[in-house]
């Protein structure tokens, strides 16, 4: 089976956790566009979904699903969004889409958050996805240095590389960069997030720790839960 059908299956599965009358957080990525699309099929009533980013906005928009902001709806009830990779505990890398620092501040309003993801999400040791990094554009240089220093704390050998499209620098939708730090393997994460955190110019990083309530993950088999 090939890993599209299983996001399109852990996705089909995650929209099934949704009932009428909730506000639902929308996830960013492949994996997530099959979840809005499953939602949308359903036809629930009285959903206000808070998308994370402006291209899971457009296609919750063309499918008809009634949006809604974090302004006017500052708690959610399920947000169901991909990763990147789902390590031990549920944590995980996340940000590949560059939609990370939505995705975070929509994952800390809800109750409840499912990870969906494919079996090759699924590692026992994060790290060997790129780690995102959100960073403001004014000095970015110089943060890129100070995220290496700590990077190196952490026995990462590798700096953080700034990351490029066809177009030049990718741009996140707040307007900032993203940095891509290739740890092969994070040993511990908790303090890699804290010392990360504490860069000014860092907006905000993709290990997503002790926010996922559970992950649904699409296999050749059908689906398993992990919590
Ligand atoms: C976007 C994300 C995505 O959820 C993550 O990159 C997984 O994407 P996909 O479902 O396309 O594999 O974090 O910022």
Not at 20 to 26: E, K
Not at 48 to 70: D, I, K, N, Y
Not at 71 to 77: L, M, N, S
């Amino acid at each position: 089976m090939s890993a599209d059908t299983q996001k399109r299956l852990a996705g089909e599965a995650a929209a099934l956790r949704v009932e009428s009358g909730m506000i639902v957080g929308l996830g960013t990525g492949s994996t997530a566009a099959w979840f809005v699309k499953a939602l949308a099929a359903r036809g629930l009533s009285g959903l206000r979904c808070v998308p994370t980013s402006e291209a899971t906005a457009e296609l919750a928009r063309e499918l008809g699903l009634p949006l809604s902001t974090l302004e006017d709806t500052p708690r959610i009830d399920l947000t169901v969004d991909g990763a990147d990779e789902v390590g031990p505990g549920l944590a995980l890398i996340k940000g590949g889409g560059a939609a990370l620092l939505r995705e975070k501040l929509v994952w800390e309003a809800s109750s409840r958050c499912i990870v969906i993801a494919d079996k090759a999400k699924v590692v026992p040791v994060l790290g060997k996805f790129a780690l995102p990094i959100e960073v403001v554009a004014f000095g970015h240089k110089t943060t890129a240095n100070r995220i290496a220093d700590v990077l190196s704390d952490h026995e990462i050998a590798m700096p953080a590389r700034v990351r490029t499209a066809e177009r030049g620098l990718v741009r996140t939708d707040g307007g900032n960069l993203i940095y891509d730090a290739s740890c092969q393997a994070i040993h511990n994460p908790i303090r890699l997030a804290d010392d990360l955190k504490l860069i000014t110019g860092v907006v905000e990083h993709g290990l997503f720790l002790d926010l996922a309530d559970e992950a649904i993950i699409g296999t050749d088999d059908g689906v398993e839960l992990l919590t």
